[in-house]
């Protein structure tokens, strides 16, 4: 499942993306970007940034810690005026959701 961006910035989402590819689950040797945590990404006119994102598990050890990272790191690029990150469990995380970067560094494929 990859995911679902809005914006009109595409300069700006793409640094927000390149961003979001240097936050890993510590699990995990794979960016949770190419791991299909991040659901949507929408950047409106003004730079406001909405995050919707998943973890692998309700139960994740980060659960609290990674979330907060990830907008931290966000609200902290030049050009980002705002951060909502809305953390979600449905639909639930699955290996399906990984890039072929991420199957492929893990195994699966």
């Known amino acids: 499942m990859a995911a679902i961006i809005i914006t009109k910035n595409t300069e700006l989402m793409q640094r927000i ?11 995990i040797p ?9 659901y949507e990404l929408n950047l409106n006119e003004s730079n406001d940034l909405s995050v919707v994102m998943t973890l692998t598990s309700p139960n994740c050890p980060v659960a609290e810690s990674l979330p907060a990272d990830l907008k931290n790191k966000l609200q902290l690029l030049p050009g980002v005026n705002s ?9 639930s995380w699955e290996k399906g959701m990984m890039s072929e970067v991420a199957q492929l560094e893990l195994g699966f494929m």
């Open 83 to 91: 951060v909502d990150l809305k953390l979600t469990f449905e639909p």
């Open 17 to 27: 993306i390149d961003e979001i590819k240097t936050v890993f689950d510590p699990e």
């Open 30 to 38: 794979v960016d949770i970007w190419e791991l299909g945590l991040i």
